[in-house]
Nanobody, 115 residues
């Protein structure tokens, strides 16, 4: 079994920055893709950013140029650096990791951006 624990969320003013972390523990041989998703009240969960095992990244158009996803394979950890935050970035952010043969979700961390 694999557990994902996220941290780094909080309350920040518009224009500020936060760095989210997601640490995986348990029976891990390798981690394929790492993704960050978010879900705002009344909305569907959406992909924010994703990074493959080879380092290829993709981002939602709404966060391009402001957010950066990265990973530390030695630490089984994924990161999401969020800069120039906007009130519309307010949501619960979830980490997702593909650990063959399945995938796992973190518990979510709240990010609130005040105007």
């Amino acid at each position: 079994q694999v557990q994902l624990v996220e941290s780094g969320g909080g309350l920040v003013q518009a224009g500020g920055s936060l760095r989210l972390s997601c640490v995986a523990s348990g029976s891990i041989f390798s981690i394929n893709a790492v993704g960050w998703y978010r879900q705002a009240p009344g909305k569907q969960r959406e992909l924010v950013a994703r990074i493959t095992s080879g380092g290829t990244t993709n981002y939602a158009d709404s966060v391009k140029g402001r957010f950066t996803i990265s990973r530390d394979n030695a630490k089984n950890t994924g990161y999401l650096q969020m800069n120039s935050l906007k009130p519309e970035d307010t949501a619960v952010y979830y980490c997702n990791m593909v650990v063959p043969p399945t995938f796992y979700w973190g518990q979510g961390t709240q990010v609130t951006v005040s105007s």
